[in-house]
């Protein structure tokens, strides 16, 4: 290894040191709810069954849980929306020593592509896909295979907002010293009340949790293209976490895509200044054209 990477490191893990250390120092406290961050969850509105609304299938962020999607599901639902919201494999609970060789590229495809299918057999209404985060990269490979009615990305990951091949590479060269990393993502919340409501489903992040998160966007990226509903695309260019600037140029020459972008926000948008905003323009695309 030469001298500049072994700097690199070097300051790398004197950096994720420190940071993990004033989180240790600031525990978050769990939802009052906590299956919420626990375990899937499936809301079906009163007097309803599974098959006679409206479906919206929410696919969390990286290192996330269900409770990304709590504030949107919840108003949907009291809408009369039937909302689904699975565990992504590999995604809650990550620790520095658990084996993650399982959940490449492939098995998520895979994973996301069987759950799209299922939802769509299952339900004799519409069928949506909400994708939030590392949500947003698997649903955008699975709009392409399945025949959903529309798509709804919040804050899509399909780059970093800075430097992204250059830490996605030093992530490699870290994993050969540390198999995981606090969960510096934690504090993507402008709003000091979102900060404080919102907690992750994991507090650590495996490195070759990263890795898989990154070759997935590669092939998220050539799938918008192909994308043939109606989408969706919601983001903050204040976003310190993926960039929605890419974003933007990636969807600005698909005809069926809608771009929102707000400004006081940063990645966690359901929990941040622009939630409310985020929610009423939701709703507005899921109902337009229904009748």
């Given at each position: 290894?030469?001298?500049?990477?072994?700097?690199?490191?070097?300051?790398?893990?004197?950096?994720?040191?420190?940071?993990?250390?004033?989180?240790?120092?600031?525990?978050?406290?769990?939802?009052?709810?906590?299956?919420?961050?626990?375990?899937?969850?499936?809301?079906?509105?009163?007097?309803?069954?599974?098959?006679?609304?409206?479906?919206?299938?929410?696919?969390?962020?990286?290192?996330?849980?269900?409770?990304?999607?709590?504030?949107?599901?919840?108003?949907?639902?009291?809408?009369?929306?039937?909302?689904?919201?699975?565990?992504?494999?590999?995604?809650?609970?990550?620790?520095?020593?658990?084996?993650?060789?399982?959940?490449q590229p492939e098995?998520?495809?895979?994973?996301?592509?069987?759950?799209?299918?299922?939802?769509?057999?299952?339900?004799?209404?519409?069928?949506?896909?909400?994708?939030?985060?590392?949500?947003?990269?698997?649903?955008?490979?699975?709009?392409?295979?399945?025949?959903?009615?529309?798509?709804?990305?919040?804050?899509?990951?399909?780059?970093?907002?800075?430097?992204?091949?250059?830490?996605?590479?030093?992530?490699?060269?870290?994993?050969?010293?540390?198999?995981?990393?606090?969960?510096?993502?934690?504090?993507?919340?402008?709003?000091?009340?979102?900060?404080?409501?919102?907690?992750?489903?994991?507090?650590?992040?495996?490195?070759?949790?990263?890795?898989?998160?990154?070759?997935?966007?590669?092939?998220?990226?050539?799938?918008?293209?192909?994308?043939?509903?109606?989408?969706?695309?919601?983001?903050?260019?204040?976003?310190?976490?993926?960039?929605?600037?890419?974003?933007?140029?990636?969807?600005?020459?698909?005809k069926n895509a809608?771009?929102?972008?707000?400004?006081?926000?940063?990645?966690?948008?359901?929990?941040?200044?622009?939630?409310?905003?985020?929610?009423?323009?939701?709703?507005?695309?899921?109902?337009?054209?229904?009748?």
């Open positions: 290894m030469s001298l500049l990477k072994k700097i690199v490191l070097l300051i790398l893990l004197i950096f994720i040191a420190g940071w993990g250390l004033v989180k240790l120092a600031l525990p978050k406290n769990k939802p009052a709810d906590d299956s919420w961050v626990k375990v899937e969850k499936q809301l079906i509105p009163d007097n309803m069954t599974v098959t006679d609304t409206d479906t919206v299938l929410m696919i969390h962020g990286f290192a996330g849980s269900p409770f990304d999607f709590k504030p949107l599901a919840v108003k949907l639902t009291n809408l009369g929306y039937r909302v689904v919201l699975p565990t992504t494999p590999g995604q809650l609970n990550q620790d520095y020593s658990s084996d993650y060789h399982d959940y098995y998520y495809i895979n994973w996301i592509n069987n759950l799209v299918s299922n939802e769509i057999k299952k339900s004799n209404g519409r069928v949506y896909l909400a994708g939030f985060s590392m949500g947003g990269t698997l649903s955008t490979i699975a709009a392409v295979s399945n025949k959903i009615d529309k798509l709804i990305l919040i804050a899509p990951f399909y780059s970093l907002t800075t430097a992204n091949d250059f830490i996605w590479k030093s992530s490699h060269w870290l994993s050969k010293i540390i198999n995981g990393v606090p969960n510096l993502t934690l504090g993507a919340i402008n709003d000091p009340k979102g900060d404080a409501e919102y907690y992750p489903g994991s507090e650590v992040i495996r490195l070759d949790a990263y890795d898989s998160l990154e070759r997935l966007a590669q092939t998220a990226v050539k799938c918008i293209p192909e994308i043939e509903v109606p989408i969706l695309v919601l983001g903050s260019k204040n976003d310190k976490v993926a960039s929605f600037e890419y974003t933007k140029e990636l969807f600005n020459s698909n809608k771009i929102i972008e707000y400004e006081k926000s940063n990645h966690v948008l359901l929990y941040d200044y622009d939630k409310e905003s985020a929610i009423s323009n939701i709703v507005l695309f899921l109902e337009k054209d229904k009748d």
